[in-house]
């Protein structure tokens, strides 16, 4: 009997390495040794009256870094930043995750990012690994952020250094397995110099400041995976569950320049719904970062509104006023959504 156990036990073990290494082929070594992640250096960035303002105006702006890593007051439908919280870190009121908080990002060296090197700091925000090597959540948007040039990360990092430093400690991120596997995979090390992106025409600042910002990965719709879907950019259909309604789902809105997107859109109203939320007759969900965007240039939003009318056209009705419906476009579950054709 004690033989037949340990047969059985040894067979099973056999195949749980099959089953284990089986996975680890598919999706990388990553999952066992963390994700793929360069050297830093202990290089400190140069500190210039130029990169202070430039870091003061993305962070504070385009990449809206205390949108996330500072305290809501949840009271008000505004969703309003906790001033003498500024980038101190925030436990995310996300149902379906738990202990999810984006990072104290202010100069702390205990709770913060004090005793992170430069480099560090900027590999954190362009390739989304920490101090210690591991891999940040997703939705730290590093992907959208590995666009930022070495001239703008540099800018921000310096700029961090100056806010107030918060002692504040966050709780550590716990994920369901799987997910904690696939966040390990993600990351993609930046090995060469990343140069000033091109800048002669209003639609190519904008597409740059776009991707900064992340409007792609909000307003496009994605699969279980997360992957988006293809033929659907900025074409809405994305899904927030709002911070002080558990269990209520929006989608963002179609911003291409489609009649059921953007194309009744002047520059005029582009400009006041990015600086207040305001549309005619109603307000948006607070959970695009108003508080941020109205921070940025005119010249800024006017180069954004250029280049949105450069993207595909999207035939693609999204509404968070009207009955849900299916879509049979985004697979998902908006008002409209039963209007739209899959094609």
């Given at each position: 009997?004690?033989?037949?156990?340990?047969?059985?036990?040894?067979?099973?073990?056999?195949?749980?390495?099959?089953?284990?290494?089986?996975?680890?082929?598919?999706?990388?070594?990553?999952?066992?040794?963390?994700?793929?992640?360069?050297?830093?250096?202990?290089?400190?960035?140069?500190?210039?009256?130029?990169?202070?303002?430039?870091?003061?105006?993305?962070?504070?702006?385009?990449?809206?870094?205390?949108?996330?890593?500072?305290?809501?007051?949840?009271?008000?439908?505004?969703?309003?930043?906790?001033?003498?919280?500024?980038?101190?870190?925030?436990?995310?009121?996300?149902?379906?995750?738990?202990?999810?908080?984006?990072?104290?990002?202010?100069?702390?060296?205990?709770?913060?990012?004090?005793?992170?090197?430069?480099?560090?700091?900027?590999?954190?925000?362009?390739?989304?690994?920490?101090?210690?090597?591991?891999?940040?959540?997703?939705?730290?948007?590093?992907?959208?952020?590995?666009?930022?040039?070495?001239?703008?990360?540099?800018?921000?990092?310096?700029?961090?250094?100056?806010?107030?430093?918060?002692?504040?400690?966050?709780?550590?991120r716990s994920l369901p397995g799987p997910l904690e596997y696939i966040v390990k995979t993600m990351p993609k090390p930046l090995?060469?110099?990343?140069?000033?992106?091109?800048?002669?025409?209003?639609?190519?600042?904008?597409?740059?400041?776009?991707?900064?910002?992340?409007?792609?990965?909000?307003?496009?719709?994605?699969?279980?995976?997360?992957?988006?879907?293809?033929?659907?950019?900025?074409?809405?259909?994305?899904?927030?569950?709002?911070?002080?309604?558990?269990?209520?789902?929006?989608?963002?809105?179609?911003?291409?320049?489609?009649?059921?997107?953007?194309?009744?859109?002047?520059?005029?109203?582009?400009?006041?719904?990015?600086?207040?939320?305001?549309?005619?007759?109603?307000?948006?969900?607070?959970?695009?970062?108003?508080?941020?965007?109205?921070?940025?240039?005119?010249?800024?939003?006017?180069?954004?509104?250029?280049?949105?009318?450069?993207?595909?056209?999207?035939?693609?009705?999204?509404?968070?006023?009207?009955?849900?419906?299916?879509?049979?476009?985004?697979?998902?579950?908006?008002?409209?959504?039963?209007?739209?054709?899959?094609?």
């Amino acid at each position: 009997m004690a033989v037949r156990a340990k047969t059985v036990f040894l067979s099973l073990f056999a195949l749980l390495v099959v089953v284990v290494l089986g996975g680890i082929t598919a999706v990388g070594w990553q999952v066992v040794l963390g994700p793929d992640a360069r050297p830093v250096t202990s290089t400190a960035f140069e500190v210039t009256e130029a990169r202070l303002a430039r870091g003061k105006y993305l962070a504070e702006g385009p990449t809206h870094c205390f949108f996330c890593h500072t305290e809501h007051d949840m009271s008000t439908p505004e969703y309003p930043l906790v001033d003498s919280k500024k980038g101190a870190g925030w436990v995310m009121p996300i149902p379906q995750l738990n202990h999810i908080a984006s990072k104290n990002i202010t100069p702390d060296k205990e709770t913060g990012i004090g005793d992170w090197s430069d480099d560090e700091v900027a590999r954190a925000i362009r390739e989304g690994v920490r101090k210690d090597g591991t891999a940040l959540f997703l939705l730290m948007p590093y992907m959208d952020f590995a666009s930022l040039d070495d001239e703008d990360v540099k800018s921000i990092v310096v700029y961090l250094r100056t806010i107030p430093a918060v002692q504040n400690t966050v709780p550590v991120r716990s994920l369901p397995g799987p997910l904690e596997y696939i966040v390990k995979t993600m990351p993609k090390p930046l090995t060469t110099p990343q140069p000033s992106h091109p800048s002669s025409t209003p639609a190519e600042r904008g597409k740059y400041l776009v991707t900064m910002a992340g409007c792609g990965t909000c307003h496009s719709p994605t699969d279980a995976e997360g992957t988006p879907l293809p033929g659907l950019g900025f074409a809405g259909g994305g899904v927030f569950s709002l911070p002080d309604q558990p269990g209520k789902l929006v989608c963002t809105a179609n911003i291409t320049p489609d009649p059921s997107g953007m194309a009744h859109y002047d520059e005029g109203l582009f400009h006041e719904t990015m600086r207040t939320g305001q549309i005619p007759g109603r307000m948006l969900n607070h959970i695009m970062p108003f508080s941020a965007f109205r921070n940025m240039t005119d010249e800024d939003i006017s180069d954004i509104y250029s280049f949105l009318k450069t993207v595909p056209s999207v035939k693609h009705r999204v509404s968070n006023t009207d009955p849900p419906t299916a879509c049979p476009l985004c697979n998902q579950t908006h008002g409209l959504g039963d209007r739209n054709v899959k094609q």
